[in-house]
């Protein structure tokens, strides 16, 4: 069976106690309040890291897109800059022919 503890092993006990109770408050103090959150900051930042990545890629994206619709644009206003010659140099050759009878 167990000894009886005496006061001298008691007070042992209660020093042991507080220099680990003062050593964990150092090493929070130098760490923070716990490793969780270390852990859970990590986390956020891994997230936050991965949201810029996808943002970088929706903007290259958004980017390769935006530059197709400036050549579709450029295209339309080249077919429309040529069906609206097209047009007029008719409409100018059809009232000439008018114009002679």
Do not use: C
């Not at 106690?17 to 050593?23: F, I, M, V």
């Not at 996808?54 to 077919?79: C, H, K, P, Q, Y």
């Amino acid at each position: 069976m167990d000894a009886p503890e005496t006061s001298s092993d008691h007070r042992a006990n209660d020093d042991e106690l507080l220099s680990l109770h003062a050593e964990v408050a150092r090493l929070r103090a130098l760490v923070g309040p716990s490793e969780k959150s270390y852990a859970d900051l990590a986390q956020d930042a891994q997230g936050a890291r991965d949201a810029a990545r996808e943002a970088e890629f929706e903007m290259g994206t958004s980017r390769a897109r935006i530059i197709e619709l400036e050549n579709e644009v450029r295209r339309w206003r080249r077919d429309f800059v040529w069906f609206r010659d097209l047009v007029v140099g008719r409409a100018l050759t059809f009232a000439n022919r008018l114009r002679r009878r």
